[in-house]
């Protein structure tokens, strides 16, 4: 069962424009984390956040955390064919024991 | 490099053969966790280890399915007389921070013919 429903599914754009992924879910969960996933490798992690309304940036990436951490987003801004990938967010249940997937987003950059 | 590793990259297996895959976790890191993914998804939960006690395991795990971490550092996931669904990648993650940020091995792909 995914708990965590992300959107777009796909995402085709050109260099330089920017764009946002969202993670939503009815669930909350204790913090959350983006995951970026290229093909035949496992996901790396990008960044975790864990209090409500939070926000971070890293680069040319922003994730910002809903104020009741039940959602999430992650904008990139002048994306590059480098970004290009399958953009992954993650939740914890409040004991550690589950973690829970959403669906992910495929992302290409066209140069 | 100490990430974590996992062995085989790759298995070609016949339906109803048994396979083993190992996964070595960041070695200070207690918890380690297996989940499988198929091909444009996110990854399925499927057990969860902290240190050698297997604490979570999911619904989707079928008794063909068993996981072991015995002295609380490698672990092996088994599938028993594999079936044509079972193909997909099997990956491993360990954590040990408060906020379970997990580092995931490359995987393990499995086809099943």
């Known amino acids: 069962t995914q708990l965590l429903e992300q959107s777009p599914q796909f995402l085709s754009i050109q260099e330089g424009e920017n764009l946002t992924v969202y993670c939503n879910s009815s669930s909350v969960f204790s913090s959350l984390q983006w995951y970026r996933q290229e093909p035949g490798e496992g996901p790396v992690l990008l960044v975790t956040?864990?209090?409500?309304?939070e926000v971070k940036k890293l680069k040319r990436l922003t994730f910002q955390f809903g104020d009741a951490r039940k959602d999430s987003s992650l904008h990139i801004t002048a994306a590059q064919p480098g970004d290009t990938g399958l953009y992954l967010c993650?939740?914890?249940?409040?004991?550690?024991?589950?973690?829970?997937f959403g669906t992910g987003t495929s992302l290409t950059v066209i140069p | 490099d100490t990430g974590v590793s996992q062995d085989p990259r790759h298995k070609i297996t016949k339906r109803g053969q048994n396979v083993t895959f190992r996964c070595d976790p960041i070695s200070e890191h207690n918890r380690l966790y297996w989940y499988r993914q198929t091909l444009g998804q996110g990854p399925e939960f499927l057990t969860y280890f902290q240190n050698e006690a297997q604490l979570e395991k999911s619904r989707l795990l079928s008794d063909r399915f068993s996981a072991e971490r015995p002295k609380g550092s490698f672990s092996t996931l088994e599938i028993q007389r594999t079936e044509q669904g079972d193909s997909a990648m099997y990956l491993c993650a360990s954590s040990l921070r408060r906020y379970n940020e997990q580092f995931f091995g490359p995987g393990t792909r499995l086809t099943v013919l």
């Open positions: 993650a939740g914890s249940s409040d004991t550690g024991n589950q973690f829970y």
């Open positions: 956040v864990v209090t409500g309304g």
